[in-house]
Each structure stands twice: as C-alpha cells, then as structure tokens.
C-alpha cells in the first residue's frame, strides 16, 4: 500500500516557476515508477510526466518538455515536479501517481494523491 500526498501548488504568474512535491509512504516507493498527470477544468486528466524509480529513465509529454522537470529523492520517498516559464494553460490540478509500470496511461498507476491545484494567470 501507498500513500502520496502532494504539495505546493497555488497561484502563479506566467513565465513563473512552481516545485511540486509528492511524499509517498510505503515500503516500495524506490521501486516504483512516479508520475505526475493533471487535470484541466472540463479536460480529461492528462499525463505529464514520469519517473523511473532509479531515476534514470524519464518522460514527459510534448507540452511541457523543456519546461517541466520531474525527479526523486527515495530517501526522502518523495518525488518532485519543477514546472518552470509556466502559461495560463498549465491550469490544473496536479496529481501525482504511483505503479510498477513504465508507462503514460492512467491504468498503469495503482496509487493516487488527492491533487494540489495549480492556477497561472497571464
């Protein structure tokens, strides 16, 4: 079983940075992938990025590659989303995930957070 809880989101203006954090409890986070997907209003949620548990192999998607970046500290079992030169469309509710699977679907995250809002204004 685990639990993530995440942090850090709010408002922010754009071409601003935010970090968000993911503190994960449970016994497996260093083996499990990590990933961050959102939520826009009236969108469905959306994968953002995701991270080995070795930390060695990445993804993000297209529209926040360059500007996103994901990462993890097992010792702290907590995974990290630095968004930076944020735009108005970057509105969402952040949601970080956990599973054993590399992969971008949804379906392949057994563990959800309660999500963190972040607002960009322009």
């Known amino acids: 079983q685990v639990q993530l809880v995440e942090s850090g989101g709010g408002l922010a203006q754009a071409g601003s940075s935010l970090r968000l954090s993911c503190a994960a409890s449970?016994?497996?986070?260093?083996?499990?992938?990590m990933g961050w997907f959102r939520q826009a209003p009236g969108k469905e949620r959306e994968f953002v990025a995701r991270?080995?548990?070795?930390?060695?192999?990445?993804l993000y998607a297209d529209s926040v590659k360059g500007r996103f970046g994901i990462s993890r500290d097992n010792a702290k079992n907590t995974v990290y989303l630095q968004m930076n030169s944020l735009k108005p469309e970057d509105t969402a509710v952040y949601y970080c995930?956990?599973?054993?699977?590399?992969?971008?679907?949804?379906?392949?995250?057994?563990?959800w957070g309660q999500g963190t809002q972040v607002t960009v204004s322009s």
């Open positions: 449970g016994r497996s986070f260093s083996s499990s992938v």
């Open positions: 991270i080995r548990g070795t930390g060695i192999s990445i």
């Open positions: 995930a956990a599973g054993n699977s590399l992969g971008t679907q949804q379906s392949q995250f057994s563990y």
